[in-house]
């Protein structure tokens, strides 16, 4: 409980976040709620010292029970979300166990080096509105990287998108760049920025429209024959800024 912590007329306490999720009334004894304070916990708790929830993920700070949710919400151990974007998936864990569960469980593609060269190929491309097609890991520097490729759309404009995302936080990902280019019949797409950490959801990467975006006309184009299939050689690499 943080403050303010209140107590019905007969003491029994309650904080003021739960409140108003009892309808007003003491959940012990029934008795309608005030707005009376409990002062000597307030006290006792702001005398208390209380290890990181994250302990088990390797924090070992001790923090003053106040300060301890402001640390929590930054910590550096607290687990990461699944990166993958296909489904729902609720899992959390730390890098390796990440990494791991990509591997085993969605089957993601795994890859070692630094540059890469995929094709994506979809032989109805007017009819994916709204689709998540592949998500491929890279294991460069010591470190993991997401790759990102998806359709979505711009207002009414359906577009397609790839980007890179930093398995690690945004601290660490901005050590390090990355580019991607795409193209066709004599023209292409670069694009270079700096990998997103997967700390941030891969709709918000999305949303901003941090990647290399490609029109779908002009992606048609880029594939050549009678723009009834898409076929996209994307290439990029990665490297480590000094």
């Given at each position: ?12 306490t ?13 959940p012990?004894?029934?008795?309608e709620?005030g ?16 290890p ?14 106040y ?26 864990g ?42 491929t ?106």
């Amino acid at each position: 409980m943080y403050p303010p912590i209140l107590q019905c007329l007969n003491g029994h306490t309650l904080c003021s976040g739960c409140k108003p999720k009892v309808d007003n009334r003491c959940p012990t004894c029934r008795h309608e709620l005030g707005n009376i304070r409990c002062l000597a916990l307030e006290k006792l708790a702001a005398s208390l010292e209380l290890p990181c929830k994250y302990q088990s993920f390797g924090c070992n700070g001790i923090y003053p029970y106040y300060s301890k949710p402001k640390h929590e919400y930054q910590c550096s151990y607290r687990p990461y979300g699944c990166p993958y974007a296909g489904s729902e998936c609720t899992v959390i864990g730390d890098i390796p166990h990440l990494v791991a569960h990509l591997k085993d469980d969605h089957k993601v593609d795994m890859h070692n080096g630094c540059t890469f060269n995929h094709r994506y190929v979809k032989s109805n491309p007017h009819e994916v509105e709204n689709a998540t097609w592949m998500l491929t890991v890279f294991s460069c520097f010591g470190q993991y990287f997401c790759l990102h490729f998806e359709a979505f759309h711009i207002g009414l404009a359906p577009v397609y998108i790839a980007f890179l995302r930093f398995m690690g936080d945004n601290n660490e990902a901005k050590n390090y760049s990355y580019s991607l280019e795409v193209g066709g019949n004599g023209r292409k797409l670069i694009w270079q920025g700096v990998p997103r950490s997967i700390r941030d959801s891969h709709r918000k990467v999305r949303d901003s429209f941090d990647g290399l975006i490609i029109q779908r006309n002009m992606a048609l184009f880029f594939s050549g024959g009678d723009r009834k299939e898409l076929k996209l050689r994307v290439t990029g690499r990665i490297w480590k800024e000094q």
